[in-house]
């Protein structure tokens, strides 16, 4: 396997997101799978099927964007920043990590007030709603991790 970070824990970290994400989607396609197969072969809709498979989506996201942090494959336009001088790409880099940075430390804080007075559950399987916003914090600390990496290589090694 081709690595993609340059560290073994970060790539064995990555390899595990993987495997999740990848369960994660085959729960996706058998819980609507079996949706769809029960409105048009039986006329009989799973509810508990649609809540489920909407809970491993937002999961998978998610999981996914964390990945791209970690391991800087998000979508970019770059066709100004590689025509910028050196030092023009540091403070973009700069800024961007800074608005990354206060966008996940507003997602800590708003979880930390949703655990302070939330207790709602999902109606069919009383799934509590955090478990679904818990995949919120997950990305933003992989996000975190990914994004001290990223400016790391910045200030560190001249790449940005």
Not at 13 to 23: A, E, F, Q, R
Not at 25 to 31: H, N, S
Not at 36 to 57: D, H, P, T
Not at 119 to 124: E, G, K, L, N, Y
Request: charged residues 10%; glycine residues 6%; contains cysteine.
């Amino acid at each position: 396997m081709k690595s993609r970070s340059g560290n073994d824990y970060l790539n064995k970290l990555i390899s595990g997101l993987d495997v999740i994400i990848g369960l994660l989607v085959i729960g996706v396609v058998i819980t609507v799978s079996m949706n769809v197969i029960g409105r048009f072969v039986f006329n009989y809709s799973f509810a508990w099927a649609a809540e489920i498979s909407r809970l491993l989506f937002i999961w998978m996201v998610l999981l996914g964007a964390g990945i791209a942090s970690l391991t800087n494959e998000h979508v970019a336009v770059t066709l100004f920043k590689d025509k910028a001088p050196s030092a023009l790409r540091k403070i973009f880099a700069l800024l961007s990590a800074t608005i990354i940075y206060a966008v996940c430390i507003s997602i800590f804080v708003g979880f930390d007030d949703i655990l302070s007075g939330y207790v709602s559950s999902t109606p069919f399987l009383a799934i509590p709603q955090t478990v679904l916003y818990s995949a919120m914090v997950v990305m933003a600390v992989l996000t975190v991790i990914g994004n001290s990496l990223f400016l790391y290589n910045v200030f560190k090694r001249g790449a940005a």
